[in-house]
Nanobody
Framework: QVHLVESGGGLVQAGGSLRLACAAS????????MGWFRQAPGKEREFVAS????????YYADSVKGRFTISRDNARNTMYLQMSSLKPEDTAHYYC?????????????????????WGQGTQVTVSS
């Protein structure tokens, strides 16, 4: 059974930084692509970043390129999202995603919300 637990969210001023973490259990973490999505009130869940099973391939939404960095530590079964130069429009609930199967690539994980299992999320609020 997939279990994903996000942490690291909080309130930060514009221009600040936060690091989110996603601790995974239930399956062999190193076999699966991982990713981050976010959802703001009244909006659909949107892709933020994804990473292949070995960290060799990463993808970012245009809105976060150059500001966010996704990474993973397979020895710790944990994925991270380093967020810098935060903007008020980054305010959202951030969700960790794990590919449904080992066949799910990082690209496919990011392309739709249908290819993942989800955590409960962590709130990020950026004040202006």
């Amino acid at each position: 059974q997939v279990h994903l637990v996000e942490s690291g969210g909080g309130l930060v001023q514009a221009g600040g930084s936060l690091r989110l973490a996603c601790a995974a259990s239930g399956r062999t973490f190193s076999s699966y692509a991982m990713g981050w999505f976010r959802q703001a009130p009244g909006k659909e869940r949107e892709f933020v970043a994804s990473i292949s099973w070995d960290g060799g391939m990463v993808y970012y939404a245009d809105s976060v390129k150059g500001r966010f960095t996704i990474s993973r530590d397979n020895a710790r079964n944990t994925m991270y999202l380093q967020m810098s130069s935060l903007k008020p429009e980054d305010t959202a609930h951030y969700y960790c995603a794990q590919g449904r199967g080992p066949w799910t690539t990082a690209y496919e994980l990011g392309a739709t919300t249908s290819n993942s299992y989800w955590g409960q999320g962590t709130q990020v609020t950026v004040s202006s």
